[in-house]
């Protein structure tokens, strides 16, 4: 166990516990309570598609799942004691990665090049039916926690297919997507779908507390959109100074020519590359939250700050036409910088310099 320990494990955030060590589910108990209402029913579907956008507590939720379901197959727990499990010799074997009736499939460690292989390649989809195949060395559920079902290549898709065709007896699917939309469609027609919502912000609060220590600042929850994962991206990546700066550059792109030059600077070292990736998340979403405020999309009552007087003031006396002309110039220009590897800095000043020259257009008198 210590060389998998020492390995990165494509199913963690970075900065946080892995969700098989976390004894609270928060903020999903609609998701709770359909579950545990399907099992009470006694039609528990082979295969659950676990949906929503990444670090609002799916791969939480599939590991409570398993334990609810191996502590006591025939006993349905009530929901306090579903979303609040203590450790007990049931939940240290599944945090050891030691139960038999478990097996969890995600991208593996590639030693020779020393990282995670980019897909889910379809050998460790084969390892599912040397699974099942077996005598289960417990009675009760087997269960496959699959995270993520967006990672898995062409091969592995038609290969899990296969399988969810034809499920193994007392067996169970627990299928983790970000991005089910990407998934073949026959997949997502043989699991039951189950949706989880983005997190409010007094769970997210309270999670990040717990995880940092720190409390969390209304602009990073903005930020956040209701994700953890996307949270301690950006508290250990530096979203929040990207952020503040792409704000302050958007507000004085003509009279602050100086300084949009020193915000481009950062995108110049060895971090350059994670940095150009959240740049390039907040600016796309400037541009929509530029175009739902065009359309009278108010942003939500908290969201209120720097951020959302810089969407008012872009947007005032400007039509709807000029944010998608805004897009189809800036945007791709981010994809061709990270596929060409052209330079990070000079793609942002030629972005933040189309923002200017659009924005002039839509109204000269603004920027």
């Excluded at 296969?162 to 627990?174: H, T, V």
């Excluded at 997190?199 to 956040?224: C, F, P, S, W, Y």
């Excluded at 005032?316 to 002309?325: A, F, I, N």
Aim: contains cysteine.
């Amino acid at each position: 166990m210590a060389e998998a320990d020492a390995t990165p494990e494509s199913d963690q955030i970075d900065g946080a516990p892995h969700p098989r060590e976390s004894e609270v589910l928060c903020g999903q108990d609609q998701a709770a309570g359909q579950f545990l209402e399907a099992w009470r029913s006694g039609r528990m579907p082979h295969a659950w598609l676990l949906s929503g956008d990444m670090g609002v507590g799916k791969a939480t939720f599939a590991y409570h799942a398993t334990r609810a379901l191996l502590r006591a197959p025939d006993t349905v727990p009530e929901l306090a004691g579903f979303v609040a499990q203590p450790p007990d010799a049931l939940f240290e074997r599944i945090k050891a990665q030691g139960h038999g009736n478990l097996i969890v499939v995600k991208r593996p460690w590639d030693a020779k090049a020393k990282r995670l292989k980019t897909v889910l390649p379809i050998d460790e989809i084969r390892r599912l039916k040397q699974f099942f195949n077996q005598t289960a060395s417990e009675a009760g559920w087997r269960i496959c926690i699959l995270d993520a079902a967006d990672e898995m290549n062409r091969n592995a898709a038609n290969a899990l297919l296969k399988i969810l065709e034809e499920p193994p007896e007392r067996a169970l699917f627990l299928v983790i997507s970000h991005q089910p939309s990407r998934l073949l469609p026959t997949i997502r027609s043989r699991c039951r779908q189950l949706s989880f919502s983005k997190l409010g912000q007094t769970d997210l609060e309270a999670i990040l507390e717990k995880v940092t220590g720190n409390r969390m600042d209304a602009a990073l929850h903005d930020l956040a959109d209701g994700s953890v994962g996307r949270a301690l991206r950006f508290i250990q990546e530096g979203g929040l100074n990207i952020h503040t700066g792409l704000c302050n550059a958007l507000s004085h792109p003509e009279d602050e020519k100086r300084g949009v030059l020193a915000y481009s600077q950062q995108f110049t070292g060895k971090n350059a590359n994670a940095i150009f990736s959240m740049f390039s998340e907040f600016f796309q979403r400037f541009i929509l939250d530029c175009t739902k405020r065009s359309r009278g999309v108010a942003p939500p009552a908290q969201s209120d700050g720097p951020y959302h007087t810089l969407i008012e003031q872009m947007t005032t006396g400007r039509g709807l036409d000029c944010w998608p002309e805004l897009w189809d110039k800036a945007v791709p220009l981010a994809s061709e910088a990270e596929i060409y590897n052209l330079s990070r800095q000079q793609t942002v000043l030629v972005m933040l310099d189309h923002v200017q020259d659009t924005l002039k257009k839509a109204r000269r008198d603004v920027c």
